[in-house]
């Protein structure tokens, strides 16, 4: 856990509405890579840790015979669902409201635990412990993130890029220097260090995949207004009476940088790692992968 900071259940409060207008979607072609990688073939169970609105859940979800997403927000929990019947899923999935830290909950076993951008918010040691446990032999856990060090410039795309250092700066006049979570701020920032921690909790691995992103998006104020509300460090309920004040200067600031009123932008590649709960012991290769090659990168 961070030091000196405790989760609540504020953490993303407000937030659900805005998901999936606002944050930008995973690289095309993560599904796919993850079932070349796993051997995936519409069976077996996948255990979301922290799903969200069930971004990850429901894209993998045809991958699998039944897909579990477990998160503590209600809200979240409510999106997942109407887009499972939007999607005509909702038969294979289930959602449950809990904690990571309340795992296994009487979910029985699974044979993939994903994490997407949803592990450094919890009691890591912890929940890593519980995920091996609910994993079958030969099961997998799957780190999944935006690409962290790729330069993602708009140049030579047709409208300005939005302009995410002035609405940092915008968010800090608002809620103060330090970044706010909840009911606590967190002085320096969420903890890293994931590939330590699995590997404390006897996970083998990691073999990393990258799934190429770098299609030019157009986004609109509109757009970019969600995904400031998408982040619990910009959730509405920080902004108190002050809400409808800062979105009316940030939408004054995003008239001043495009007078197109449009934006431009890449999709991130997507950065999955993925760690095995060895049928074999301790540091052998997995049973799915046994005589075959990683394929690395995606091409």
Known sequence: MVAGWEWDE????????????????????????????????GRGRLLDVGCGPGTVALELAHLFGETVGVDPDRE????????????????????VRARAEELPAGLGTFTVAAFAQSFHWMDRDLVA??????????????????????????????????????????????????RRAGRGVLARGTPGGEAAVLARAGFSGPRRLVVPGGQALERTPDDVVAWAFSMSFSAPHL???????????LRRLLRETSAAGRFSERRPSTEVFVWGKDATGPGREPPYGKGLPSPGPAP
């Open 76 to 95: 979240m929990l409510a999106e997942a669902r109407r887009e499972a019947v939007e999607r005509g899923v909702d038969d294979k999935a289930r959602w």
């Open 239 to 249: 902004f108190g009476p002050r809400l409808d004040d800062f979105e009316a200067d």
């Open 129 to 178: 412990a519980t995920t091996r446990a609910v994993l079958e032999p030969g099961g997998s856990l799957v780190h999944i993130s935006d690409l962290k060090t790729e330069n993602r410039s708009a140049d030579g795309l047709p409208y300005p890029a939005v302009p995410y250092a002035a609405i940092d700066d915008l968010v800090r006049h608002y809620l103060g220097p330090v």
């Open 10 to 41: 504020t953490l993303f409060s407000g937030t659900a509405a805005h998901y999936r207008r606002g944050r930008l979607p995973y690289a095309p072609g993560l599904a796919a890579a993850l079932a070349r990688e796993l051997r995936l073939d």
